[in-house]
């Protein structure tokens, strides 16, 4: 059975696109790309169009990820289109368990920080008003959990 699985923080410039481009390259790298579909997406919609941030264009390609996306809104369609929603913080959490139109859909949101198997944290930090650690602490927390998430879908996108 396919997976689709969507990250969502709040600019969709900075972590979800990071968390994209990172489970993109793990899935491709294990020959699951018909398998797991990945996208990003921000609860605020202000940087819609907008590629990646450019410092953290520039820290995903260091460690070998090469970030495509352009920010778009979450929409209430979503909710539709994935079976997973993955968020990095808190107020991500909020913004989007508000918008869940059922109790299926709101069981489908899930915390970033959860699948993290080498770090101890409950949130992703939003590195935008952070210097270059900041980009480096976010990064190194996306390619624990991505590889968590990745473990915990296996059973599903079995033959
Ligand atoms: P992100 O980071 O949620 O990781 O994409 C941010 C991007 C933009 C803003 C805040 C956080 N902003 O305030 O414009």
């Not at 079976?83 to 949101?109: F, G, L, Q």
């Not at 935008?128 to 190194?140: K, S």
């Amino acid at each position: 059975m396919k997976q689709r699985v969507l990250f969502v923080c709040l600019g969709n410039i900075c972590r979800s696109p990071a968390a994209e481009g990172i489970m993109q390259k793990l899935v491709e790298g294990e020959g699951l790309s018909d398998r797991i579909e990945v996208d990003s997406a921000g609860t605020y919609g202000g940087h819609a169009g907008d590629a990646a941030d450019p410092r953290m264009r520039r820290a995903a390609a260091a460690r070998g990820y090469d970030l495509t996306s352009r920010s778009r809104k979450i929409v209430s369609d979503d909710f539709d289109r994935f079976d997973r929603i993955v968020v990095m913080d808190d107020t991500n959490y909020e913004r989007v368990h508000r918008m869940a139109p059922d109790i299926a859909s709101a069981e489908k949101i899930c915390r970033m920080t959860d699948f993290c198997r080498r770090h101890r944290a409950d949130h992703v930090p939003d590195p935008y008003y952070e210097g270059a650690d900041g980009f480096e602490r976010v990064l190194d927390l996306l390619e624990d959990a991505c590889a968590g998430l990745l473990d915990d879908m296996r059973g599903l996108v079995r033959d």
